[in-house]
């Protein structure tokens, strides 16, 4: 059984090797990771799990590592003498692949063949490795997909660990935040701070159905690095009884670095965090529901229709006359337990009326956005949805007539052309406006565009 989990981080520095006295500065850190690598060999393992960010990692995949075994040095870090190799548990890899597998789960060892350690798996075995070394590895990437995903995954490895009764601990490789001050890697967003006072506050009570209320867009301004790695972590010790400890917290250089330990204890039905996260979306999907317009109602009937049965909904009768006269661009966006589940749309009409438009658009932000994987039946009663509709665009010469509140942006460069609607979630100034429709379209930060606006009428 999985005996305990930690949550790691992976500065290099705190090799000392590599730090040359600069680890002294974290020094918390340093005797905290002593102290949980302690407690690792103590358990005295047969098998350690260990996800990190910076494994192999695809947008909808999550990559378990192949092979028998893989080997890494800090040559990046200059102490390319600093060497170590692992020995992949090849039978729990297997067992996780067919659990996901039967599930239609996407996870394996399917993709690029990672035959070097990455940092983020070779810090936390440098303290590890002090200790023990009779043990065998399965190494895990993350995956944009979202966090209910990575809990499930979690709990994938849980069972796989039950059916094959070995002695397991999991480890959670992960900094925190980023972007803690001005001078530190990645400058200081406020956010930063903010995200590692909540996390650690989450994290040192065990308390993992908090995870799943951090927004996407506060964790990016946080420039956080594990959240979904300790989300994997929540779920391999789903509806376990949990001894939690903070054991240190520094952000000296600008990063935010968080160690905790959590021993299974017994068994606790009582922390099904998923479940009870899943059962409030759908209370709250269900009450959203009850009060979407016609625009709406649409875009949903189209998508479960489409879900259900992969057949186009006629345009219905008896919607209002706008519906059947009006044309415009129109974009459908959805959302699942709070974090974008696909958004595709059109500037510019493309259908001979709006309700054309809406059920062409809510087909491919259901199945063809290709940020996702196609939404499926079991996930259509947590959707949330909304319609926006475009007014005309507006050619404009400065950034001083866009207003995020008010405004939708299109932003261009020769062929390229990236459009954010207004008023969206964690988008609060112009210039991060600009900065992520330029990000869609791939047009460089300090590249020249030129600049439209437009109004919506958003549809809930």
């Known amino acids: ?48 799990i260990l996800t990190s960010p910076h494994q192999i990692l695809y947008s909808d995949y999550f990559h378990i590592s192949p092979g028998k075994g893989a ?20 039978e729990f890899v297997e067992q996780i692949c067919k659990l996901a597998d039967a599930a239609d789960f996407p996870a394996g060892t399917e993709g ?63 900094d925190l935040s980023h972007r803690l001050k001005e001078d530190g890697p990645y400058g200081y967003q406020k956010e930063g701070p903010e995200y590692d006072s909540r996390i650690m506050d989450v994290m040192g009570k065990a ?40 054991l240190s917290y520094e952000g000296t250089f600008g990063v935010g670095y968080g160690i905790c330990s959590y021993t299974v204890c017994g ?31 649409l875009a949903r009937k189209t998508i479960e229709s489409y879900v259900r049965t992969g057949e186009i909904i006629a ?24 974090s974008l589940r696909g958004c595709i749309g059109t500037i510019h009409a493309v259908q001979a009326c709006a309700a054309e438009e809406i059920i062409g658009n809510a087909i491919s932000a259901a199945s063809r956005d290709p940020r996702f994987l196609p939404i499926r039946q079991d996930e259509l009663d947590q959707l949330i949805i ?31 052309r990236g459009l954010l609607l207004p ?13 992520i429709a330029k990000r869609k379209a791939g047009i460089g930060e300090n590249e020249d565009i030129t600049l439209e606006r437009f109004e919506v009428v958003r549809h809930y």
Do not use: W
């Open 1 to 48: 059984m999985i005996k305990a989990a930690f949550m790691l981080p992976h500065p290099p520095i705190i090799v000392p090797d590599i730090g040359k006295g600069e680890e002294k500065k974290i020094q918390k850190t340093v005797e905290a990771y002593q102290t949980a690598a302690r407690k690792i060999a103590d358990l005295k393992p047969e098998t350690i």
């Open 315 to 338: 345009v219905p009768d008896k919607l209002p006359e706008e519906m059947y006269r009006q044309k415009a661009g129109v974009f459908v966006s959805v959302k699942e337990n709070g």
């Open 386 to 416: 909304t319609v926006d509709v475009l007014g005309d665009t507006e050619a404009i010469d400065s950034p001083d007539k866009l207003d995020v509140g008010r405004y939708g942006v299109i932003v261009t460069k020769g062929h390229k």
């Open 112 to 174: 690029e063949r990672d035959r070097r350690l990455d940092h983020g798996t070779m810090v936390p075995l440098y303290f590890v490795n002090q200790y023990l070394k009779d043990y065998r590895l399965v190494r895990i990437g993350l995956s944009g997909q979202s966090l209910k995903m990575h809990y499930q995954l979690g709990q994938y490895i849980q069972e796989a660990d039950r059916l094959l009764n070995r002695t397991t601990v999991l480890i959670a490789s992960g």
């Open 71 to 90: 080997s890494g040095d800090f040559s990046q870090f200059r102490a390319p003498h600093v060497q170590m190799e692992v020995r992949y548990d090849t």
């Open 267 to 297: 068994s606790d039905a009582t922390r099904n965090f998923m479940e009870q996260f899943e059962e409030k979306e759908r209370a709250k999907t269900a009450r959203q529901r009850e009060q979407e317009d016609t625009y709406v109602q």
């Open 423 to 435: 008023n969206l979630d964690g988008v609060n100034t112009v210039d991060e406006q600009i900065s």
């Open 207 to 246: 308390d993992f159905g908090e995870l799943f209320g951090f927004p996407e867009n506060f964790c990016e301004k946080a420039g956080e690095c594990g959240h979904r790695s300790f989300m994997i972590m929540a779920g391999a010790l789903d509806r376990q009884k949990i001894e939690a400890q903070a």
